[in-house]
């Protein structure tokens, strides 16, 4: 390893600085795992790129993010070799691709997650595990009804062509009929223009790029037939049109492009793009062209600062699958997104770090604990503590590190029931400090000598880190209804309305079959606080099954309290 690292002191390099942040971050940065396959070419003997593959693989193997999921796969389908691939790599080579498929639902973005699979499964295949990845493809189920898992059926179909032409042909087949019968027409026509594309990829023969062509063009007629509104269908569907028809797509960039002038709603709508092109357009000048165009609208003020940081940042981060070096070249630049984290947009930070972890982990870990440590003096502890939660799978080494010295030293000078009130967002901590600062307040609750005010101390609690610790909320729900067990409904009513309104947060199904057995009771004794209760609880449903059954709740207890003044 030493021997082929002094004759490429690029990759040694590349692999010093992963190791190191895995080390302190617990992840590396994607932009240089890039660079580094990208390098492995450049490795002039097969034995050379074998201990390069190997070493990078044990320093993904000791990270605490979904760097594995991802890279691995990542890593054998971009190698040029064909015995630098898990035939190469023997035996442990079906272990990382099982480690590695495990993994994959860890990684957030959904469309990274189908590229990995379909990574996983071609990988497989091209290796002579066939069994290995018919089993990945049948853990896969496809609902005919849900359009996210009719897309993730292109990426495993186009993964089983390394199989069998024939059934990567067939589920091809089985999604278009399925997508000709999805809710919504511009689900149905965004679909149609992304099986457009996934069959251009997956087949070369002249028939395949007709088809192709024709599935885009039923795309666009849908769109226009039934009115579908063109920007959003534009920001959803245009990355995908590059690979089926490239002179179309462009003259639809300007379409969306030019849509600045008159959209207030074109930054969203243009992210979107930008998000979705990643690990899809494959050229460049794409992602250039849409550059300058940010460049110029923010110019004329068409667009706010805000705006213009969000959206370069997301078009970088978008691009380090096509140039690596393009898109980390943004950092040092005057123009560096960097400049949008503040304390006056919380979530446009948020947004933006979470881009710049992609380019540089260490600089996304210092702009998050300067970002905290503002929110932590200006007294806005509760948003301090959401931008650790929302940004700590970027940096789980360091989560520890925050909370001791970045968080414990504000909480010290709070009041036990200033720091209760924090609880939804410290409970989504992957700490352990966490852990025993709960468990530090549930043995203050229960010394609380009355059974009813322990009851709703424990429930107050329980309501509070009901996000981030389930399975605790559930049982400390339990402990308070045997505390109030033997009291009157009088005594008992806010408690028992605050223990089915955790529930309902926690499982909306569990929730309600809580939710029945108070309301037909309630409605015997007070039907006019059953009638309020049913109507505050029901906004916070999101099922329409719940929803339902809630609203004849709610016209059995009007019909009772009808009853009762009519007696």
């Not at 940065?29 to 003997?45: Q, R």
């Not at 994959?104 to 290796?127: E, H, K």
């Not at 700490?431 to 101390?457: G, M």
Request: charged letters at 30%; hydrophobic letters at 40%.
């Amino acid at each position: 390893m030493v021997f082929i690292l002094r004759r490429d002191p690029t990759i040694r390099r590349y692999l010093e600085i992963l190791r190191k942040e895995m080390s302190l971050y617990g992840k590396i940065s994607d932009a240089i795992a890039i660079k580094l396959i990208g390098n492995l070419d450049f490795v002039e003997d097969k034995q050379g790129s074998l201990r390069v593959i190997r070493e990078f693989f044990g320093i993904l193997s000791r990270g605490r993010s979904w760097d594995f999921a991802f890279f691995v796969p990542y890593t054998l389908s971009n190698v040029s070799r064909k015995d630098c691939t898990t035939n190469l790599l023997g035996d442990v080579g079906r272990d990382l691709l099982i480690r590695s498929f495990n993994s994959v639902i860890a990684i957030p973005d959904f469309q990274v997650q189908n590229y990995a699979y379909m990574l996983i499964i071609r990988a497989s295949y091209l290796c002579g595990l066939t069994r290995l990845g018919d089993r990945f493809v049948s853990s896969i189920q496809i609902d005919a009804e849900n359009p996210k898992s009719l897309e993730r059926g292109m990426y495993v179909a186009r993964a089983l062509a390394a199989k069998d032409l024939g059934e990567s042909d067939d589920l091809f087949m089985y999604i278009k009929e399925k997508i000709d019968c999805v809710f919504g027409k511009l689900n149905h026509s965004v679909l149609l223009a992304k099986l457009a594309y996934h069959l251009m990829k997956t087949f070369g023969d002249s028939e395949s790029r007709k088809t192709a062509r024709r599935y885009l063009e039923e795309s666009l007629r849908i769109k226009e037939d039934y009115a579908v509104d063109s920007i959003r269908y534009l920001s959803l569907s245009l990355p995908y049109m590059f690979s089926v028809n490239t002179a179309l797509a462009s003259r639809f960039m300007d379409s969306l492009m030019y849509a600045a002038v008159r959209r207030k709603d074109w930054t969203e709508h243009y992210k979107d793009f930008l998000e979705e092109s990643k690990l899809v357009v494959e050229g460049l000048d794409v992602f250039m062209r849409a550059e300058k165009w940010i460049y110029r609208v923010y110019e004329e003020k068409r667009i706010s600062e805000d705006d213009y940081y969000k959206l370069i940042s997301a078009a970088r981060s978008s691009v380090i699958y096509v140039d690596p070096f393009y898109a980390s070249s943004i950092i040092k630049s005057e123009k560096s997104p960097v400049v949008g984290v503040s304390t006056r947009n919380i979530s446009n930070s948020i947004y933006i770090i979470k881009k710049l972890a992609q380019l540089d982990i260490p600089l996304a870990y210092e702009l998050t604990s300067i970002l905290m440590r503002e929110l932590m003096s200006e007294g806005r502890y509760s948003e301090a503590l959401e931008v650790c939660a929302e940004l700590q799978s970027y940096f789980p080494s360091k989560i520890d590190e925050q909370y001791s010295f970045v968080i414990v030293p504000y909480l010290r000078g709070l009041r036990r029931h200033q720091i209760v009130e924090l609880l939804p967002s410290l409970s989504l901590l992957n700490t352990d400090r966490v852990k025993s600062l709960i468990r530090n307040l549930i043995n203050r609750a229960e010394k609380i000598a009355n059974p009813i005010e322990r009851a709703s101390e424990i429930v107050s609690i329980a309501s509070k880190i009901s996000r981030g610790f389930p399975n605790w909320s559930r049982q400390l729900l339990l402990y308070a209804e045997e505390l109030i067990e033997d009291y009157e409904w009088e005594e008992k009513a806010d408690i028992v309305e605050s223990m089915v309104e955790t529930l309902i947060r926690i499982n909306e199904r569990e929730g309600l079959r809580k939710f029945q057995l108070v309301i037909n009771h309630l409605a015997e004794i007070d039907a006019k606080r059953a009638t309020r209760m049913i109507e505050r609880l029901m906004q916070l449903m999101r099922s329409s099954e719940t929803k339902t059954i809630a609203k004849q709740l709610l016209q059995y207890a009007i019909e009772k309290k009808k009853s009762i003044d009519e007696d």
